[in-house]
């Protein structure tokens, strides 16, 4: 399908939310052909039953067969499509895909190059992992939340893109690669056990090294980088918008400092933390004195690290997302472009996102099966009607 660095890479996704189907995309984004696996029944999850139809971003470049794995005959298909799959991906507690039978040990006994992708929010073991949860308890276990908030306020929610995205489904497409490259040196497959937890704990490798050596206090909002220093937080202007200041180094400070017009305050004073209420209370009287355009257009052609803070309607429209193609339009749906970028096997968008069963006809046609068997299987209640939606 794509022409990505993967192109000519098969994978098996069962459907799922939030993470897995993550990994998917960025799966089919680089070029994969990624067959989703549905429920015959209830249609398919989509990214979290939050949305359905082309505005589902997150399962775009796929195509969808909607199947009843509760019947010998379903889960039997599933097992013909791992046949000649390179990756399954699945997202299910532990023990559900060895129920439905459809496990590691059916899979890899039938193609044993075949990577095995596991998703769950705390892992295949564990004392909790059976217990049912989302991102946010993930990232709380991690320490992650604990660490992500104000002085003296609750911790905040990072969206969900710590343990769902960033720890969940980007650790699941990077581990599948990786096996992948290790298939191709070994001829052997393996199983790839992605836990949210695990990867939101990984995320915060830095902050777990600055602790050690007490450069990162327990006292959320007063360190570094959760706005405890105020030349790293954000800043209201004068017009209702918010501007992103972070000039860590100490000669970006000083251009701050100098655009600014703020002179009375030592820029090598920067890291001693009894200047900080000072600094923090002038930055913000500067900036509440300006509009947010105004102080984009202050700090436009030096190194002072300081930049709007733009709306999702915002962000496609700046000047360097549009030059750099960072989002793309798809059926009216503004979305990210595929990422990252390939010199010699350039990534595109290929097909948009399907509806549960969509493509179930001619998936089963590349499986080598007649018209009439198909058939057969639609009225026994096995697939759906070939080639619509179930």
């Given at each position: 399908?794509?022409?990505?660095?993967?192109?000519?890479?098969?994978?098996?996704?069962?459907?799922?939310?939030?993470?897995?189907?993550?990994?998917?995309?960025?799966?089919?984004?680089?070029?994969?052909?990624?067959?989703?696996?549905?429920?015959?029944?209830?249609?398919?999850?989509?990214?979290?039953?939050?949305?359905?139809?082309?505005?589902?971003?997150?399962?775009?470049?796929?195509?969808?067969?909607?199947?009843?794995?509760?019947?010998?005959?379903?889960?039997?298909?599933?097992?013909?499509?791992?046949?000649?799959?390179?990756?399954?991906?699945?997202?299910?507690?532990?023990?559900?895909?060895?129920?439905?039978?459809?496990?590691?040990?059916?899979?890899?006994?039938?193609?044993?190059?075949?990577?095995?992708?596991?998703?769950?929010?705390?892992?295949?073991?564990?004392?909790?992992?059976?217990?049912?949860?989302?991102?946010?308890?993930?990232?709380?276990?991690?320490?992650?939340?604990?660490?992500?908030?104000?002085?003296?306020?609750?911790?905040?929610?990072?969206?969900?893109?710590?343990?769902?995205?960033?720890?969940?489904?980007?650790?699941?497409?990077?581990?599948?690669?990786?096996?992948?490259?290790?298939?191709?040196?070994?001829?052997?497959?393996?199983?790839?056990?992605?836990?949210?937890?695990?990867?939101?704990?990984?995320?915060?490798?830095?902050?777990?090294?600055?602790?050690?050596?007490?450069?990162?206090?327990?006292?959320?909002?007063?360190?570094?980088?959760?706005?405890?220093?105020?030349?790293?937080?954000?800043?209201?202007?004068?017009?209702g918008g918010y501007l992103a200041v972070g000039p860590?180094?100490?000669?970006?400070?000083?251009?701050?400092?100098?655009?600014?017009?703020?002179?009375?305050?030592?820029?090598?004073?920067?890291?001693?933390?009894?200047?900080?209420?000072?600094?923090?209370?002038?930055?913000?009287?500067?900036?509440?004195?300006?509009?947010?355009?105004?102080?984009?257009?202050?700090?436009a052609d030096v190194d002072g690290c300081v930049f709007?803070?733009?709306?999702?309607?915002?962000?496609?429209?700046?000047?360097?997302?549009?030059?750099?193609?960072?989002?793309?339009?798809?059926?009216?749906?503004?979305?990210?472009?595929?990422?990252?970028?390939?010199?010699?096997?350039?990534?595109?968008?290929?097909?948009?996102?399907?509806?549960?069963?969509?493509?179930?006809?001619?998936?089963?046609?590349?499986?080598?099966?007649?018209?009439?068997?198909?058939?057969?299987?639609?009225?026994?209640?096995?697939?759906?009607?070939?080639?619509?939606?179930?």
């Amino acid at each position: 399908m794509g022409s990505g660095p993967l192109s000519g890479i098969t994978v098996v996704e069962m459907s799922a939310i939030g993470p897995g189907p993550f990994a998917g995309m960025m799966l089919a984004d680089l070029g994969a052909e990624v067959t989703r696996v549905d429920r015959l029944t209830g249609g398919g999850l989509g990214s979290g039953h939050l949305l359905s139809g082309r505005a589902d971003v997150v399962s775009r470049g796929r195509r969808s067969i909607a199947v009843d794995l509760k019947s010998a005959q379903g889960v039997e298909l599933v097992l013909r499509l791992v046949d000649s799959a390179d990756v399954l991906i699945e997202g299910f507690r532990p023990g559900v895909m060895e129920r439905l039978g459809l496990g590691p040990q059916a899979c890899l006994s039938r193609n044993p190059r075949l990577v095995f992708g596991r998703m769950t929010g705390w892992g295949q073991d564990g004392p909790l992992a059976g217990a049912a949860g989302h991102d946010i308890n993930y990232i709380a276990v991690s320490g992650a939340l604990g660490a992500i908030g104000r002085a003296g306020q609750r911790p905040v929610p990072p969206l969900n893109l710590v343990g769902d995205y960033g720890g969940g489904g980007m650790l699941l497409a990077y581990g599948v690669v990786a096996a992948l490259l290790s298939a191709t040196r070994t001829g052997a497959g393996q199983v790839v056990d992605a836990a949210m937890v695990d990867g939101a704990a990984l995320l915060m490798a830095q902050f777990y090294g600055m602790s050690a050596v007490g450069r990162w206090t327990g006292e959320r909002g007063t360190n570094l980088l959760d706005t405890g220093a105020p030349f790293y937080d954000v800043y209201p202007s004068g017009d209702g918008g918010y501007l992103a200041v972070g000039p860590l180094e100490p000669a970006f400070f000083a251009i701050l400092l100098d655009r600014l017009g703020i002179l009375d305050i030592d820029a090598a004073s920067q890291y001693d933390p009894a200047s900080w209420p000072a600094l923090r209370h002038r930055l913000t009287t500067e900036f509440a004195a300006r509009t947010r355009a105004d102080a984009e257009a202050l700090f436009a052609d030096v190194d002072g690290c300081v930049f709007p803070v733009l709306s999702l309607s915002e962000a496609p429209r700046h000047p360097h997302n549009v030059a750099r193609g960072t989002f793309v339009t798809r059926e009216d749906v503004v979305q990210p472009a595929p990422a990252p970028r390939f010199s010699a096997t350039p990534t595109e968008l290929t097909l948009p996102p399907p509806a549960a069963g969509e493509h179930t006809g001619a998936i089963l046609a590349g499986l080598g099966l007649s018209g009439d068997e198909v058939a057969r299987l639609h009225d026994a209640g096995v697939v759906a009607s070939a080639g619509s939606p179930s």
